[in-house]
């Protein structure tokens, strides 16, 4: 039987993830759709999470450590009155709480979740303990001990009091910073408890939920649907807000082959102070992107090239 070969793909798609499945199964269903050769995502939502999962296709996936490090922008619905197993709905009930906030408590208790936080992850949750993920464990009956992670919140607001026992909030917010926890913490410093019933992501750095595909569009009921190539952003889309330099073919072809750059002959040519930077910066060959370097006063380095 012949199969159809696989596409060389670079770049990135914006899916609207829907409610009840893994980042996992987005991610092959958009593989199937585009028969594509190698394809992954930033940043896993779960299953009862909706928004934004950008998908990364060929190179692009060098960058998705990149994207990670992000600002992220999330929409939730916290339910005050009972604490879950799971921190959202679908975990089973803990404990209750017939004490509802008024909107003034919940505001003034905000306040203590801006900047630098500390937040212990829920136990159903990636981390790691001695090896094993604490979901693995707390699905086993298990109770693992999770120790507190230093966090970023930019920003944590209510922007909707829907009736006496929901809220829904949004925050903005760095790098592995778990809205289940955000949810839970805040019920409780409230002096209630609570859990996430709805969670939705609409940013993850350069990318928005507004140029999102929806998956149905994609694949839907194990047919492809109208894809293009049209829908894939380029890889740098990730890259924008690093600063560039404009490198010769000269220069370009050095940093293809792993070669650092003097700066001593060229460093006119840049708009960065080199003398003051120290950090990393797309090397751009006119309008082509060459890769990612790092840039001292002295040298320019490259750290992950781009063949594409």
């Known amino acids: 039987m012949h199969t159809k070969r696989k596409q060389k793909l670079d770049g990135w798609l914006l899916v609207d993830k829907p409610l009840n499945v893994t980042?996992?199964?987005?991610?092959?269903?958009?593989?199937?759709?585009?028969?594509?050769?190698?394809?992954?995502?930033?940043?896993?939502?779960?299953?009862?999470a909706t928004g934004l999962l950008?998908?990364?296709?060929?190179?692009?996936?060098?960058?998705i450590p990149y994207i990670m490090d992000k600002t992220k922008v999330y929409h939730f619905e916290l339910t005050f009155g009972e604490s879950r197993t799971t921190d959202d709905a679908e975990g089973e009930v803990l404990d209750h709480s017939e004490f509802r906030p008024g909107d003034e408590q919940i505001n003034k208790a905000l306040q203590s979740f801006q900047g630098e936080i500390y937040q212990v992850p829920p136990i159903y949750s990636a981390v790691k303990v001695q090896g094993r993920r604490s979901y693995?464990?707390?699905?086993?009956?298990?109770?693992?001990?999770?120790?507190?992670?230093?966090?970023?919140?930019d920003s944590f607001r209510m922007i909707e009091r829907i009736d006496k026992d929901r809220a829904k909030f949004?925050?903005?917010?760095?790098?592995?910073?778990?809205?289940?926890?955000?949810?839970?913490?805040?019920?409780?410093?409230?002096n209630t408890v609570g859990y996430v019933s709805e969670l939705r992501r609409l940013r993850v750095g350069p990318f928005d939920i507004a140029n999102a595909f929806l998956l149905d569009k994609l694949v839907e009921n194990g047919k492809k649907g109208i894809v293009s190539l049209d829908m894939l952003l380029p890889v740098q889309t990730a890259l924008d807000d690093i600063p560039a330099l404009a490198m010769?073919?000269?220069?370009?072809?050095?940093?293809?082959?792993?070669?650092?750059i003097d700066l001593t002959e060229i460093r006119n040519r840049f708009a960065l102070d080199v003398n003051s930077y120290d950090g990393i910066v797309r090397a751009m060959k006119k309008?082509?992107?060459?890769?990612l370097c790092h840039l001292n006063n002295k040298w320019l380095r490259p750290v992950r090239i781009f063949n594409i």
Do not use: W
Request: some cysteine; glycine content about 8%; overall charge positive.
């Open 170 to 190: 949004e925050v903005v917010s760095g790098k592995g910073v778990y809205m289940r926890s955000l949810a839970r913490d805040l019920a409780v410093a409230c």
């Open 136 to 153: 693995d464990l707390a699905r086993q009956g298990e109770k693992p001990q999770l120790k507190e992670r230093l966090a970023r919140i």
């Open 248 to 260: 010769t073919e000269e220069e370009a072809e050095s940093l293809n082959f792993g070669k650092s």
């Open 54 to 63: 950008p998908i990364a296709f060929g190179q692009a996936t060098k960058t």
């Open 287 to 291: 309008e082509h992107f060459i890769g």
């Open 23 to 48: 980042s996992a199964y987005v991610v092959n269903r958009v593989k199937y759709a585009f028969n594509a050769c190698k394809v992954g995502h930033s940043g896993t939502l779960d299953p009862l």
